[in-house]
């Protein structure tokens, strides 16, 4: 089993940033390939961002290309999405997902095998 633990999660005006942190337990974090996906309310939970299992391979949704990072640090067992720019259009709960590949190249809710409990972001105009 994986724990995912998300946290960094708050209000922000547009424009502004934020750091999202996903905590890992239960295995080997350097195994596995993480992501970020997206909810907003009455809307479909929508893919955000990608990483392998080392870090040298990121993927991005087109809407945040640009604005948001998403990064690990094997040694804390830990993710990052820092996003930059925030727009209104930002605002949902962002969830932190596993897959036991490693690959990290995964876009679908389907391919991840363990989620977070998802923490809110909401961007005011």
């Known amino acids: 089993q994986v724990q995912l633990v998300e946290s960094g999660g708050g209000l922000v005006q547009a424009g502004g940033s934020l750091r999202l942190s996903c905590a890992a337990s239960g295995r080997t974090f350097s195994t596995l390939g993480m992501g970020w996906f997206r909810q907003a309310p009455g809307k479909e939970r929508e893919f955000v961002a990608a990483i392998n299992w080392s870090g040298g391979s990121t993927y991005y949704a087109d809407d945040v290309k640009g604005r948001f990072t998403i990064s690990r640090d094997n040694a804390k067992n830990t993710v990052f999405l820092q996003m930059n720019s925030l727009k209104p259009e930002d605002t949902a709960v962002y969830y932190c997902?596993?897959?036991?590949?490693?690959?990290?190249?995964?876009?679908?809710?389907?391919?991840?095998?363990?989620w977070g409990q998802g923490t809110q972001v909401t961007v005011s105009s």
């Open positions: 997902a596993a897959e036991l590949t490693g690959w990290g190249f995964r876009q679908k809710m389907g391919e991840y095998d363990y």
